[in-house]
């Protein structure tokens, strides 16, 4: 997971500026900032599903949130919020991925006698 810190590193302020442009009404810059946060979100996906780390869920939730974050987003900029509810389907997709990453290190554990 280490070799990841650099594309998290960089993902959390694409992402910070993403969501700041959302706030500020930045609709350009905001929409522009969707590819470059998302890319680096499944970029890091592939990567732990590549090296088969236990996080590849959490990394996938992440790029569910992102999407429906970005989904949201694009509804308010070009004011169509009547179908912003359709993100509900990727964050549940994201609610999804956590759940089973959990479920997957309880039972894991639970043969290991370990507890988290």
């Not at 500026?17 to 810059?29: A, F, R, S």
């Not at 992102?66 to 179908?83: G, L």
Request: glycine share 2%.
């Amino acid at each position: 997971m280490q070799k990841n810190r650099h594309y998290q590193n960089l993902h959390i302020p694409l992402w910070l500026l993403k969501d700041t442009c959302w706030m500020l009404q930045w609709k350009t810059l905001g929409i522009i900032m969707i590819v470059p946060t998302l890319l680096v979100a499944i970029v890091i996906s592939y990567k732990s599903w590549k090296e088969k780390d236990d996080e590849f869920w959490i990394n996938l939730a992440i790029c569910f949130w992102i999407s429906a974050n970005s989904y949201w987003m694009i509804c308010e900029f070009i004011d169509h919020e009547e179908v912003k509810n359709y993100a509900g389907i990727a964050f549940i997709a994201g609610m999804l991925c956590v759940a089973y990453f959990y479920y997957k290190r309880l039972v894991v554990n639970k043969r290991n006698n370990e507890i988290f």
